[in-house]
């Protein structure tokens, strides 16, 4: 089925410093993808999609490329704030009607000041 | 625009007691809605989903069960709770029958059971 596979372990970098996730999914179709992000203690927020191949999603200094040669959707940010600590988790949806979304393990992310 | 609310928030229940976790959404129609469970350090897990009233889909077979006697309302139940089944439960709606919409969550309720 369905897939998406996270980088492993959490992510610790110094404020101003470049961010990157690696995401990349497996998928017999042509699945949209999402990243959410999770701060603690609170539920998931959107924070970028892209529906279709070469698609940049982007949202607060955040950007993903939908890679279909790659079959990637790797997160970036060129400069991270202390306010960007938080699980970040890539997902893709199937395109089915019932919209189900494959969820990566997450990712946390510690911005040290 | 659209919300969505889940209650309690957090909750502390014995083993073998009963759970009845409530999320309802507003400001949308036939939504498609989704139960998840996130472990401690973990991912999430889908737990069930519903295209509709009385429709119900189960991802994995376990101690919970899962109705939808409104439109936009959507409940996650246990007769008996077991240890396991602690863990931060999310609800989330999204646009009925479109494959690129993204999932709107809540905000969770954590759930301990001593």
């Known amino acids: 089925g369905d897939s998406v596979t996270q980088m492993e372990g959490p992510v610790t970098l110094s404020e101003e410093a470049f961010l990157t996730i690696n995401c990349t999914y497996t998928?017999?179709?042509?699945?949209?993808l999402f990243w959410y992000v999770q701060y603690p203690g609170e539920g998931l927020q959107l924070l970028l999609k892209a529906t279709k191949a070469d698609d940049k999603g982007s949202n607060k200094g955040f950007e993903a490329t939908y890679r279909k040669e790659t079959t990637s959707f790797h997160l970036e940010k060129g400069s991270v704030q202390v306010s960007d600590s938080a699980v970040y988790f890539c997902?893709?949806?199937?395109?089915?009607?019932?919209?189900?979304?494959?969820f990566g393990k997450g990712n946390q992310v510690v911005v040290i000041p | 625009s659209q919300t969505i609310h889940q209650w309690p928030a957090t909750l502390v229940q014995p083993v073998g007691s009963p759970l009845s976790l409530e999320c309802t959404v507003e400001g949308t129609s036939n939504p498609n809605l989704y139960w998840y469970r996130q472990a401690a350090g973990r991912g999430l897990q889908l737990l069930f989903y519903?295209?509709?009233?009385?429709?119900i889909s189960s991802e994995v077979p376990q101690n919970l069960s899962a109705s939808r006697p409104q439109d936009r309302q959507f409940i996650l139940s246990s007769k008996k709770l077991l240890l396991s089944d602690s863990g931060f439960y999310l609800c989330a709606w999204s646009v009925l029958g479109r494959g690129d919409q993204p999932q709107h969550f809540g905000d969770g309720t954590r759930l301990s059971i001593l």
């Open positions: 998928a017999t179709g042509y699945p949209s």
């Open positions: 519903s295209v509709g009233i009385g429709q």
């Open positions: 997902a893709l949806s199937d395109r089915s009607g019932n919209n189900r979304l494959a």
